[in-house]
């Protein structure tokens, strides 16, 4: 099973993706956070295998709460939502090591695919190179 912190201050959406991967039995088991404050704090109890966040986020940006979470999280898969295209994006992806971007709206058996292939791939390093994902 893997965990999945879901960060988005839409929480239609939040709920939405929420209900949507939690109605895979045994894949996922999921929490969320309606800002990069609130997820930093479940980040400490909930120990995700993945981080789903959007970009645009209130008080710090999607890209802040990356870098804070890559100070303590070096391996974590990451993912990125956004709604708007930018020149920069890719590159700061790039830089962060994010795994992937997505473009809203979301086609939610992608992101349910693209989380999968992302854990599994994280958990195959972990175990050649010898780290804690």
Do not use: Y
Not at 28 to 57: Q, Y
Not at 116 to 126: E, F, M, Y
Request: proline share 5%.
């Amino acid at each position: 099973m893997a965990r999945v912190l879901v960060v988005d201050d839409e929480a239609p959406l939040t709920r939405h993706l929420a209900s949507f991967l939690g109605h895979h039995p045994g894949e996922f088991e999921v929490a969320t956070a309606a800002s990069a404050e609130e997820a930093l704090v479940v980040m400490d109890t909930f120990r995700p295998d993945l981080l789903l966040t959007d970009i645009r986020l209130p008080g710090l940006d999607g890209f802040e709460l990356v870098r804070r979470v890559r100070e303590q999280r070096t391996t974590l898969p990451i993912i990125v939502m956004t709604g708007t295209r930018s020149p920069d994006l890719d590159r700061t992806a790039r830089e962060l090591g994010i795994s992937s971007v997505l473009f809203k709206p979301l086609d939610l058996e992608t992101v349910r695919r693209l989380i999968g292939a992302s854990v599994q791939l994280a958990r195959s390093r972990a175990i050649t190179e010898g780290i804690d994902a």
